[in-house]
């Protein structure tokens, strides 16, 4: 044995170490607001910084240190960019303890307490989220890898082969539309349904295109639902969803990464009525439940589904008789097989604070998100989108004398110049060709005060940017 593998796994060195990061996040926890919410750096800066760290070798305490001060501070409550959490500090504890131990969780005699939590952790949510009380299900590494798994389980239940296709609302994530490639469909394997003025699903189209489709001589297996879509977080309607559906015998699939734990909001959880009623739902934790990236439920209507997409053989890892309904060994039904502890992170919060926790932070950001709504409609140079169903805002810069194309412009560069400020983090998407201001509130702690001040921002950057651009003849 050399002194320095002894050194490495050494336990005093190791306490020595723990202790002094947890000292670190908890003062950063205490003093996070001292940091700019998006410490702006290029690619070449970061870079150049961390050869530097690493050629000198530098120790643990400072590279720690650097990765916290440079990186976005989720916990800021100046944060309203992507849709990532910022966990609750014990379940990112979990994770020291996951990847100490290392266990894979391919199989149960390689990861017992993991595999045993997530089966809780799964019934519990299906009970929370009120689904069917025959649902079952697992977790697994995202929302594009749960959204590709249930497709794949939905085309595995048709069974015959064909020409497959499915419907899905034209503003729904992308990882559908790459789904269905992975799946071999190609660009006809995707049929886009058009949205109203909210960006909600037509459904009383579906007919016409489920009839148009079969003309093309495609095969519709499955309909895609959202909630919410990303860029706006609209929601479709899942009741009438679940109706087109059991009509015309499709596999009902409803991507709720992000927005279907509104379920837990007793004053929002008509988004997502019918839920109940879907063959299958991704759900995020670490968008809406606190958790740390990724953590990603996949539930089954009927948990057996479950076992419909991967029969692959591996005699070394799995007993051939076992087969359906062998819950404890996972690899039968996630595409991982070497798999995190993800259900640590969930299950020591429920064990710790319960579920009211949960329906607590649910609550709090859809409240955060009406309220940046009533403050937008109040300054007379921004224009709100559309009324936000949860947490996420759209809105934008715009002055009546000036044209599309100068508005798009205009509110593209107050974002930029925001995020090289790095004060205040908010990011931008474009809806049928119309740039807009996107706000994702995740901050439980984000105030009145912190939205009041971003607004002002956003309108003080505007006007002096209009100033300049007119001052220069632009």
Known sequence: MSDLLARAYSPAEFRRHGHALIDQLADYLENVERYPANPYATPEESLEEFRALLGRGAAPEEVFGRVIERSVHLHHPDYMGHQVVPPAPLSALSDVASSLLNTGMAIFEMGRPGTAM???????????????????????????????????????????????????????????????????????????????????????????????????????????????????????????????????????????????????????????????????????????????????????????????????????????????????????????CTKRMLSLRIFTLLSEYGPQLFVDYVRRVGDLGQELATLIRQHPELELFTPPDINIVCFRFRRPDLDTASVNGLNGMIRAHLTEIGQTYIVQTTIDGAVYLRCTLTNAFTTTADLERMLQQVVATGIELLALRRGIGV
């Open 118 to 336: 997530e089966r809780v952790v799964i019934e519990r949510f299906a009970e929370l989220l009120e689904l069917d009380p025959g649902s079952g299900g697992f977790l697994t590494s995202g929302g594009s890898l749960a959204n590709l798994t249930a497709l794949l389980a939905a085309r595995a239940r048709h069974g015959a082969p064909g020409r497959y296709c499915l419907l899905v609302n034209e503003h729904a994530h992308y990882c559908i539309e790459r789904a269905v490639r992975v799946m071999g469909w190609g660009e006809d394997g995707i049929v886009h349904v058009p949205t109203d003025d909210h960006l909600s699903m037509r459904t009383e189209l579906i007919d016409g295109l489920i009839d148009e489709a079969r003309g093309r001589g495609l095969t519709p297996i499955a309909l895609v639902g959202s909630a919410c879509t990303t860029a706006t977080g609209t929601y479709d309607p899942i009741a009438a969803l679940a109706d087109a559906a059991e009509k015309h015998n499709l596999w009902l699939h409803i991507d709720g990464a992000h927005g279907a734990a509104v379920r837990l909001d007793p004053a929002r959880r008509h988004r997502v009525d019918g839920l109940e009623r879907v063959d299958s739902l991704t759900l995020d934790f670490h968008k809406m439940l606190m958790a740390p990236a990724i953590t990603t439920g996949l539930f089954f209507r009927r948990g057996t589904d479950a076992y419909r997409t991967f029969q692959q053989r591996a005699d070394y890892l799995l007993n051939a008789a076992d087969g359906e309904g062998d819950w404890s060994n996972v690899a039968r039904r996630s595409f991982e």
